[in-house]
């Protein structure tokens, strides 16, 4: 990783990767850096659904076929798919999906409700 007061440089092979409630992510740019979105590299893999009150998705599914269900409608995606998730659409991935998801204003745990099936 690079760091000055005007860029952050990071290589996924670097960075370590954590279970999320989507899957596997490996956080490229974070609330914590300050930046004004987050973004993350998502191996979809058991997502569960949930739903943001403030943060805004952008999905671009990188590998893998499968759906996004968004507010219970399931939408087929595949390599080149971008879908944007606004506030309070109810969601989940589901299939063997890879996707880089960016989040405006950036992801924080505290804005993550889940939905019970």
């Given at each position: ?8 440089i ?59 269900e ?48």
């Amino acid at each position: 990783m690079t760091e000055n007061s005007k860029t952050i440089i990071r290589h996924l092979k670097d960075i370590e990767e954590e279970r999320s409630t989507c899957g596997f992510r490996k956080r490229l740019v974070a609330a914590e850096d300050g930046t004004p979105l987050s973004a993350s590299y998502v191996a979809i893999n058991d997502a569960k659904a949930h739903y943001h009150k403030q943060t805004t998705e952008f999905y671009y599914v990188l590998e893998g076929e499968g759906t996004l269900e968004l507010d219970g409608a399931p939408v087929p995606v595949s390599p080149g798919s971008a879908v944007l998730i606004r506030t309070n659409v109810r969601h989940r991935a589901v299939g063997n999906l890879v996707a880089l998801v960016v989040g405006t204003p950036p992801f924080h745990t505290d804005d993550l409700f889940l939905v019970d099936d």
